[in-house]
């Protein structure tokens, strides 16, 4: 369908040809199990290995920092559970705006390992109080995992990783970030960076999905989560996904050499996308942090709630343009956003999360505006 406008990029992302085209010799002739001896399986054992270093060497890690996973979600469960089973942390600090896959592993360890679970305050604007994260720190008797997102799927907000690793290092508090959202879109340089833990998934910037990374810092030492064989440096058993980890490598590498022209193509989109929406449609707001420490992937509008609007997403839908709630209501399937509902809880309004990518263009966004007219 070549007229579908997708404007859903934090959801997931299309494959990049390039990307394709590095997986295919894997997906054919170079099937070997990484783990065989014989030529064949080191020919894939290569491969994973020159990715490991190829993921490194962009992130400024060690190679013997990056392990691939499944994606996100997988990275962020091993680390959390690591640093509760592992490093001795009894308390865990979080907000209620992070990805399900940091609060439903939170909620769980603090029902089934008796782990102390705290939330920190948030701004009317969607970020972290630091001042509570510090006083919650300081108040601490035990050793304390700190997890927050390095930026929000839903609104974009984006926290100093840099201060808030600083202050989990006065208090010795673990520190993982959930940068599912950064990773490929925004430089890192983890040997300078105060984390313990960060993550990521290929399939938001242009990879494949169901491959992703965890970056663990040397100086932790945890055990796997998954047991049962010696990959990934007896850290994650299971036969690799061999063409999703160089597709992750490609992906990374492509996203990192583009950087400068690719940010700053998506942030005009994101801002026209704003103007536009001011101008046409009287009584939007936006949610989050929207011109200051946010994404530039990422929109979030609400607009006022009335019979026609409270079916958005599905009339957006049926004109073959691709968004996502986000809006705090109850109604049937879509039990609404608890991040929405957790900084702008208003009940006459309907939120939905524009995001972009490269190959999104300003045209597409004039012809969303139209039906957004025609639909509120």
């Not at 965890?214 to 010696?230: A, T, W």
């Amino acid at each position: 369908m070549s007229n579908r406008i997708y404007f859903d990029n934090a959801a997931t992302t299309p494959l990049d040809k390039d990307v394709l085209d590095a997986m295919m010799p894997y997906l054919t002739n170079c099937f070997g199990n990484p783990s065989s001896i014989y030529s064949y399986g080191r020919e894939s054992r290569l491969a994973i290995e020159t990715a490991r270093k190829k993921v490194a060497k962009i992130l400024n890690a060690h190679p013997a920092e990056i392990f691939f996973t499944s994606g996100g979600t997988e990275s962020s469960n091993t680390a959390i559970t690591a640093a509760v089973r592992d490093l001795g942390c009894k308390h865990i600090i979080t907000s209620s705006i992070e990805h399900h896959a940091t609060l439903h592993t939170v909620e769980y360890l603090h029902r089934h390992d008796n782990v102390e679970l705290s939330y920190v305050k948030l701004l009317p604007n969607g970020h972290i109080d630091i001042k509570d994260l510090e006083n919650i720190l300081a108040s601490s008797k035990e050793k304390c995992l700190v997890t927050l997102m390095h930026a929000n799927n839903e609104i974009g907000n984006i926290i100093d990783i840099h201060k808030i690793g600083n202050i989990c290092k006065k208090y010795n508090a673990i520190f993982h970030s959930d940068t599912v959202q950064t990773v490929g879109h925004f430089p890192f340089d983890l040997r300078n960076t105060p984390v313990h833990f960060i993550t990521g998934a290929a399939h938001k910037f242009h990879g494949p999905k169901g491959v992703g990374m965890l970056y663990i810092n040397e100086n932790v030492k945890i055990k796997p989560f998954i047991n049962g064989g010696s990959q990934e440096r007896n850290m994650r058993a299971g036969t690799e996904n061999l063409y999703g980890i160089v597709g992750f490598a490609k992906a990374l590498e492509i996203a990192t050499e583009h950087y400068e022209e690719e940010s700053t193509h998506i942030k005009n989109i994101k801002l026209y996308m704003k103007e536009a929406l001011e101008k046409n449609i009287p009584n939007v707001s936006f949610n989050g942090d929207v011109l200051g420490n946010s994404l530039y992937t990422v929109l979030n509008a609400s607009f006022p709630k009335t019979e026609k609007s409270e079916m958005l997403l599905f009339n957006l839908d049926i004109n073959n343009i691709c968004a996502s709630g986000g809006s705090a209501c109850t109604s049937g399937a879509d039990a609404g956003s608890h991040v929405i509902r957790a900084i702008n809880h208003h009940p006459n309004q309907v939120a939905v999360r524009f995001s972009f990518s490269k190959q999104n263009t300003k045209q597409e966004v004039d012809i969303v505006i139209e039906k957004l007219k025609e639909l509120i």
